[in-house]
């Protein structure tokens, strides 16, 4: 749908508000040829003291998603001409079009499937680690990574780890963490595993569409190899786009920076108790 963020919900406050057209705006703000009475005759964040305390927020989100929209495909209007309509959202008049305005897209890449396999598969972000923990045996660093107690000091996205049910492979389990360190929220994973050196965890129950981890562990001369990674496709549409902009770069780091903890507290001599009953 086409739609404006900017502060345009009185369309008779003066001359061509009832089109939508480009020229009305300088960034942010009407454009100085747009003359008012006063600015307070249109709205969408409210002036004031009563006006709303998340607008750097949702401009932000916003740009985020279209910008997310705008570098992945190439875009082409479907429709002659677009003409705002009144709708109420939160007691403000928002502005949207009249009516739906089709558009054709294809991926940036040129693969004609681009926009069906987008909301088929959707976005993914990725974080990997890799670190040889010295003087330790994969039997040690197996039995830290399955312990909460040890698990959960160098997750900086994990907060506890609850065993659900055991299964002939492994567990499953509840995940209660943090999202960017500090959104607490709760996934149901499953957990299988070779023991000492593989454990695999798959989403059974949450809000991601998707997410699936790994540990491989393997001995080494003087110790061992641990890689660890950690994939997450959040889906629904612009929502997950939004949270792939935002959490991107802190997923990745965040990961990378487990493995290396996991490392350290390893050659300081902590240790896991591994799966308990």
């Not at 919900?9 to 960034?27: F, V």
């Not at 088929?120 to 909460?148: A, H, K, N, Q, Y």
């Not at 496709?233 to 786009?241: A, E, K, S, T």
């Amino acid at each position: 749908m086409i739609a404006t963020m900017l502060s345009v919900t009185n369309t008779s406050a003066a001359p061509g508000l009832d089109t939508i057209d480009p020229a009305h705006y300088r960034g942010r703000r009407l454009a100085p040829s747009v003359v008012l009475p006063g600015k307070e005759v249109v709205s969408t964040f409210g002036h004031g003291i009563h006006s709303c305390p998340a607008q750097r927020f949702a401009v932000s989100a916003i740009v985020i998603a279209v910008r997310a929209l705008l570098e992945r495909f190439d875009l082409e209007p479907r429709f002659a001409a677009a003409r705002p309509r009144a709708r109420q959202i939160g007691g403000w008049r928002a502005r949207r079009a009249r009516a739906w305005c089709a558009i054709a897209c294809e991926a940036d890449d040129g693969d004609e499937d681009g926009c069906d396999r987008a909301e088929d598969e959707g976005p993914m972000i990725r974080g990997e680690g890799v670190s040889v923990v010295r003087g330790v045996t994969p039997d040690d660093v197996f039995d830290f990574v399955l312990d909460p107690a040890q698990y959960t000091k160098a997750d900086t996205k994990m907060v506890w780890v609850t065993k659900l049910a055991d299964t002939p492979d492994g567990m499953v389990a509840r995940e209660d963490g943090k999202f960017l360190g500090l959104l607490p929220g709760s996934v149901v994973t499953r957990y299988r595993w070779t023991r000492p050196s593989w454990i695999d965890v798959t989403l059974e129950h949450g809000v991601p569409r998707s997410l699936h981890a790994w540990f491989e562990i393997e001995a080494v001369e003087g110790g061992t190899r641990l890689r660890h990674v950690e994939e997450l496709d959040i889906g629904r549409g612009p929502l997950g786009w939004l949270h792939d902009a935002v959490a991107r770069s802190w997923f990745s780091r965040s990961v990378g920076n487990e493995v290396a903890e996991i490392a350290r507290l390893l050659e300081a001599g902590e240790r896991g108790r591994g799966p308990t009953s």
